[in-house]
């Protein structure tokens, strides 16, 4: 079967897939990373591949920007195409100080300025987690490289350019790692669903100082993530 957003079949996707946003950075993932690999899913140009690496099945599937996008791919991902576990590998603005930029965030729980957890009429505010056991090994597998990283809540926003100036900076009081778009909505999926979910994030910018990192030194900062996370997608359970 195949969704309107989706024209992957049952089987084609495995039960572990890693999420960028960009489905360019998904094409280079799998060529550069998966043996045996095949595209899966061009529809929208949100670009979905499965291979093999270091002899587990493994897919990537770009999910867009956005909470909205996000939504969709994940919840499909999980709910017509029986996948176990998400990690979202993407960059993140940090808002804390603690982090430098290349350093690597997280996401133990979430806040957020979107209304998307309102879809589920609690009679009051849900926060969001990531799977406990996901988040153990990935600090186990991040310790054990030396990555520089902290592990916290991160703020999943709406918002790219907003009118109030210091919108992102008033999250500081409060510990938040960084701040990022796409988590919320996969997180809420998995827990809505049963399933598995963790952000990992490279700082690729110091909104609070006017900083960035420079073009060449992002391809090379998000590799120490994403080789992370792909360790972590073998030994995982799923």
Same mark, same amino acid.
């Given at each position: 079967?195949?969704?309107?957003?989706?024209?992957?079949?049952?089987?084609?996707?495995?039960?572990?897939?890693?999420?960028?946003?960009?489905?360019?950075?998904?094409?280079?993932?799998?060529?550069?990373? *998966?043996?045996?690999?095949?595209?899966?899913?061009? &529809?929208?140009?949100? $670009?979905?591949?499965?291979?093999?690496? %270091?002899?587990?099945?493994?897919? &990537?599937?770009?999910? #867009?920007?956005?909470?909205?996008?996000?939504?969709?791919?994940?919840?499909?991902?999980? %709910?017509?195409?029986?996948?176990?576990? /998400?990690?979202?590998?993407?960059?993140?603005?940090? /808002?804390?100080?603690?982090?430098?930029? #290349?350093?690597?965030?997280?996401?133990?729980? *979430?806040?957020?300025?979107?209304?998307?957890?309102?879809?589920?009429?609690?009679?009051?505010?849900?926060?969001?987690?990531?799977?406990? #056991?996901? @988040?153990?090994?990935?600090?186990?597998? $991040?310790?054990?490289?030396?990555?520089?990283?902290?592990?916290?809540?991160?703020?999943?926003?709406?918002?790219?350019?907003?009118?109030?100036?210091?919108? &992102?900076?008033?999250?500081?009081?409060?510990?938040? @790692?960084?701040?990022?778009?796409?988590? @919320?909505?996969?997180?809420?999926?998995?827990?809505? @669903? #049963? %399933?598995?979910?963790?952000?990992?994030?490279?700082?690729?910018? *110091?909104? *609070? %100082?006017?900083?960035?990192?420079?073009?060449?030194?992002?391809?090379?900062?998000?590799? &120490?993530?994403?080789?992370?996370? $792909?360790? $972590?997608?073998?030994?995982?359970?799923?």
């Amino acid at each position: 079967m195949s969704t309107p957003h989706n024209e992957g079949k049952k089987g084609d996707i495995a039960k572990i897939v890693l999420m960028p946003g960009d489905p360019l950075r998904a094409k280079l993932i799998a060529e550069t990373y *998966l043996e045996d690999v095949h595209c899966y899913n061009t &529809v929208r140009n949100m $670009l979905g591949y499965t291979g093999t690496y %270091k002899n587990k099945q493994i897919s &990537v599937q770009s999910s #867009g920007m956005g909470i909205p996008s996000m939504a969709i791919y994940s919840w499909e991902l999980y %709910k017509d195409y029986d996948v176990d576990t /998400i990690i979202r590998v993407g960059s993140a603005g940090a /808002i804390s100080d603690s982090l430098s930029m #290349g350093d690597v965030a997280a996401g133990m729980g *979430l806040c957020t300025d979107s209304a998307f957890v309102s879809q589920y009429n609690l009679p009051g505010t849900f926060v969001p987690c990531a799977d406990f #056991g996901l @988040l153990k090994q990935a600090e186990e597998i $991040l310790e054990s490289r030396e990555i520089p990283h902290k592990i916290g809540t991160i703020l999943s926003s709406d918002l790219f350019y907003t009118d109030e100036k210091d919108a &992102v900076a008033k999250w500081k009081k409060m510990n938040v @790692l960084c701040v990022e778009m796409e988590s @919320l909505s996969l997180y809420c999926n998995a827990v809505r @669903l #049963g %399933k598995k979910a963790l952000t990992l994030l490279t700082i690729s910018d *110091l909104p *609070l %100082k006017g900083e960035a990192m420079p073009a060449d030194e992002r391809r090379t900062g998000f590799t &120490v993530m994403l080789e992370a996370a $792909l360790q $972590l997608a073998v030994e995982a359970d799923a």
